[in-house]
Nanobody
Framework: QVQLVESGGGLVQPGGSLRLSCTAS????????MGWFRQAPGNQRELVAF???????TYGDPVKGRCTITRDNAKRMVYLEMNNLSPGDTGVYYC???????????WGQGTQVTVSS
């Protein structure tokens, strides 16, 4: 079972930027589709972005044009760069691994992002 550890969250003012990082424990990380999801209080977990092993990316509608997901297979890391943040981006951000058998079922512990003045 792969273990995921997120970092980089924090308090940021509206209009600011953050870079989230996720490190994975699995040696064959390069074959995994990796993603970032977020969950605000009272809301369901929603897709922020995912990146396939070949580098194909998909973004959720609320963040299109403001976020970039990248990966470094040598370091077993996936990153989420977020710009022009607004209070609506507040939530816990989770790194996930997609499995063809079980879908998005493996998660890290999450990192809190708070956008507030």
């Amino acid at each position: 079972q792969v273990q995921l550890v997120e970092s980089g969250g924090g308090l940021v003012q509206p209009g600011g930027s953050l870079r989230l990082s996720c490190t994975a424990s699995r040696d064959d990380f390069s074959s995994d589709t990796m993603g970032w999801f977020r969950q605000a209080p009272g809301n369901q977990r929603e897709l922020v972005a995912f990146i396939t092993k070949s580098g194909f990316t998909t973004y959720g509608d609320p963040v299109k044009g403001r976020c970039t997901i990248t990966r470094d297979n040598a370091k077993r890391m996936v990153y989420l760069e977020m710009n022009n943040l607004s209070p609506g981006d507040t939530g816990v951000y989770y790194c996930g691994v997609h499995s063809t058998e079980t879908g998005w079922s493996t998660w890290g512990q999450g990192t809190q992002v708070t956008v507030s003045s």
